[in-house]
């Protein structure tokens, strides 16, 4: 399903991002058709239900309390010990991928809307916005290829004062960038693999500009970045998620 | 592949956090068979070292270049150019962790079978600090895009992570380059761009004289 029909010429990757992003047509065609079939109630507990069948059972994984974390333990287990990726097993990364980017797209909406940041750190928030923004679209249009995407969550970030807002920044591009690093081994796609891969260098600017604001070291891991699985991850935004 | 290599190697990926699965399974089976003997693990495990066969290693090599140009760049251009402040500090921590790079990148290759490049000859052309950061922000974007471009590439998972840890630091350095110099810490926008092994030596090559 991942398919171009020969594996051996994949297309440029740049290219295929680039296609993604500007594929604006069929997506709204796609999200219009899955908005008649799928419910209310279906999609509000979409996320729920792609958090219980990724959040996984490792054992590195903190409680994730409530229902989910029992559906957890009775579903997929945690990708790092998964079978073999398949197409669906993309879709799920995607999703996970989308619904961070949901989440970091409003956190800046909300630091641009609050009036805290002006100037120079202004135009590099928006920047910043501008960026999670695009990759939201290029995401749900990926998703929208490989099945359903995921529902947009609604995000709550405590926003006070410009200090602890570039702190929570700090925190969130730190875990979005390790996130990333830890499902790049696991996508099948070598279209999609290029993709995250372009979005998770991004992120890590994003947090090295942060870390520098905050005058903490701009690779807080040292030579090698280190990945965060996706249960890990998911139980660190759950605060985020309304 | 020498029986000695099979009975006992170490499996040296770099050191990243989060085995892949397929180094987690090799690593088991040369365990095993060094309770049971070279033969039982023989079969696959040169199956699996062979997956990252010329493909991989002429990638890990080409990073490993480009890795022994920044090293070089940052801890012996960057003395002899002389370096103050936040300049120097910064220059300091990246040529480090450049040298990092260089040593997990040369363990792996060895690791494989494989012959590490020698440290090329550089020249780099510049005079004073300006133009060191106005070249170390081309250098570090010019590695993230040939970390990214190659990734798709690797065909050993413990490769692919090795590279995604070491790229999302070349991106780190990028934007912390740009940030003290006032040039754009996002310079390719939301997407940082792939490139090919001919767009990288384009910025590179110069750079290299033997």
Known sequence: ?242 | MKSSNIASPELATVEVHGISRASFILRGAMAAGAAYGATAVGPYVSSALAASGGGDLAILNFALTLEYLETDFYTVKGKSVGLSGEAKSLATLVGQQEAEHVAALTKAITAAGGTPVKKPTFVFPVTDQASFLKLAYVLENTGVGAYNGAGPSLTNPAYLAAAGSIVQVEARHAAAIGLLTGESVTPDGAFDKPLSKAQVLAKAGPLIKA
């Open chain 1, 1 to 242: 399903m991942s398919g171009s029909p020969s594996r051996d010429a994949v297309p440029p990757a740049g290219g295929a991002v680039y296609e993604l992003a500007r594929d604006d047509v069929e997506r709204k065609r796609f999200l219009k058709m899955a908005g008649k079939t799928m419910g209310a109630g279906a999609a509000a507990t979409g996320l729920a239900a792609f958090i219980a069948a990724c959040g996984g059972s490792s054992s590195t994984s903190s409680s994730t309390g409530g229902s989910s974390s029992a559906a957890a333990s009775t579903t997929t287990p945690s990708t790092s010990t998964s079978s073999a990726p398949s197409a669906s097993g993309d879709l799920a990364i995607v999703n996970y991928a989308l619904t961070l980017e949901y989440l970091e797209a409003q956190f800046y909406d909300k630091v641009v809307a609050s009036g805290l940041f002006s100037g120079q750190n202004l135009s590099v928030i928006k920047t910043f916005q501008s960026d999670e923004h695009a990759h939201v679209v290029v995401l749900e249009s990926v998703a929208s290829k490989l099945g359903t995407p995921a529902t947009k969550p609604t995000a709550k970030f405590p926003i006070h004062t410009a200090s602890q807002v570039t702190k929570l920044a700090a925190t969130v591009e730190n875990l979005g960038a390790s996130a990333y690093l830890g499902q790049a081994g696991n996508i099948k796609s070598k279209e999609i693999l290029a993709a995250a891969l372009s979005i998770h260098t991004i992120e890590a600017r994003h947090a090295a500009v942060f870390n520098e604001l905050l005058k903490m070291s701009p690779t807080p891991d040292g030579a090698f970045a280190k990945p965060t699985s996706m249960s890990q991850v998911l139980a660190a935004v759950k605060p985020f998620i309304a």
